[in-house]
């Protein structure tokens, strides 16, 4: 399974930034897809989950202003973040899980800075 996240950059607070996430390879069963962080010096967090069945979790962090979405069809994740803070600055990391293994793609950098 690979996962190969796209769509970062510098934007500016209050900006927005849609990430993508394609997934490819032998992928028989999702249990999940989401979006984990890691900022210089802090550990890696949970951004946003979405299960098989649609439910969705949010870090409060980001809540209201970040929407997490897949589309099973393409194998592809996104998370649509809006009203980007300086605080949101991280590599943000693409994840899937299936059958008890995770899976992780190699990261795109996000930079809120004015």
């Known amino acids: 399974v690979q996962l190969q996240a796209s769509g970062g950059g510098l934007v500016q607070p209050g900006g927005s930034l849609r990430l993508s996430c394609a997934a490819s390879?032998?992928?028989?069963?999702?249990?999940?897809m989401g979006w984990y962080r890691q900022a210089p010096g802090k550990q890696r967090e949970l951004v946003a989950i979405i299960t098989n069945g649609g439910s969705t979790n949010y870090a409060d962090s980001v809540k209201g202003r970040f929407t997490i979405s897949r589309d099973n069809a393409k194998k592809m994740l996104y998370v649509q973040m809006n009203s980007l803070k300086p605080e949101d600055t991280a590599v943000y990391y693409c994840y899937l899980g299936s059958r008890g293994m995770d899976y992780w793609g190699k990261g795109t950098q996000v930079t809120v800075s004015s």
């Open positions: 390879g032998s992928i028989f069963s999702i249990n999940a």
